[in-house]
Structures are given as structure tokens and as C-alpha cells.
Nanobody
Framework: QVQLVESGGGLVQPGGSLRLSCAAS????????MNWYRQAPGKERELVAG????????NYLESVKGRFTISRDNAKNTVYLQMNSLKPEDTAVYYC??????WGQGTQVTVSS
């Protein structure tokens, strides 16, 4: 069965960095695009970044451009989100999602001093 397991979240000070990982199993990972979403308390879930099946194409939410980088390792069936220069407004639960609509369980990111 399809599984997505996110990790790497936590508490970080403003200006700090985190790298999220999403380990996939149960499908041919290299055949599908992957996305990172986030949902802050009281807000709708929003698309943060996406990457094509082989990683040639990426896209980003405007507010994270230049700070976040999405990447993937198809040999490890894992997609990453490197988050630098974190801001309090980046606080949210971060989810990975396959291009065919399967969601992970999420990982909490809290940016606070």
C-alpha cells in the first residue's frame, strides 16, 4: 500500500533552517511528481513547492522563493524540502503529497524565538 512518512520538523528560531524529508513506498516513486503543502492554524492548506517526476521542473509559493528548495532522490524514494531563513509565518504542519493525490500524515514546523 502507498505510504508517505514525513520527518524533520521541529522548533527553530527565526532565521534558522530545517530540512524535511518524505519517504515514499508502495508505488513507483520515480514516475510521479511530488508536492509539499502546509497548513497553519485557522488557514487553508496551501501548496508550498512541487517537483516533477525526475526533478527537472520545480515550482514554489511566491513567499518561499529563494528560501526553500525542493529536491528528490529517486534512488531513495524520498523527496526533501530544505527551508532556510525561516520566519514565524512559516509555522505550520507540512505535508507531502503525490501527484495522484495521496497525502502523508504531516510534520509540525514551528518558527519562534
Amino acid at each position: 500500500q502507498v505510504q508517505l512518512v514525513e520527518s524533520g520538523g521541529g522548533l527553530v528560531q527565526p532565521g534558522g533552517s530545517l530540512r524535511l524529508s518524505c519517504a515514499a513506498s508502495g508505488f513507483t516513486f520515480s514516475s510521479y511528481g511530488m508536492n509539499w503543502y502546509r497548513q497553519a492554524p485557522g488557514k487553508e492548506r496551501e501548496l508550498v513547492a512541487g517537483i516533477s517526476s525526475v526533478g527537472y521542473s520545480t515550482n514554489y509559493l511566491e513567499s518561499v522563493k529563494g528560501r526553500f528548495t525542493i529536491s528528490r532522490d529517486n534512488a531513495k524514494n524520498t523527496v526533501y524540502l530544505q527551508m532556510n531563513s525561516l520566519k514565524p509565518e512559516d509555522t505550520a504542519v507540512y505535508y507531502c503529497k503525490t501527484s495522484f493525490g495521496f497525502w502523508g500524515q504531516g510534520t509540525q514546523v514551528t518558527v519562534s524565538s
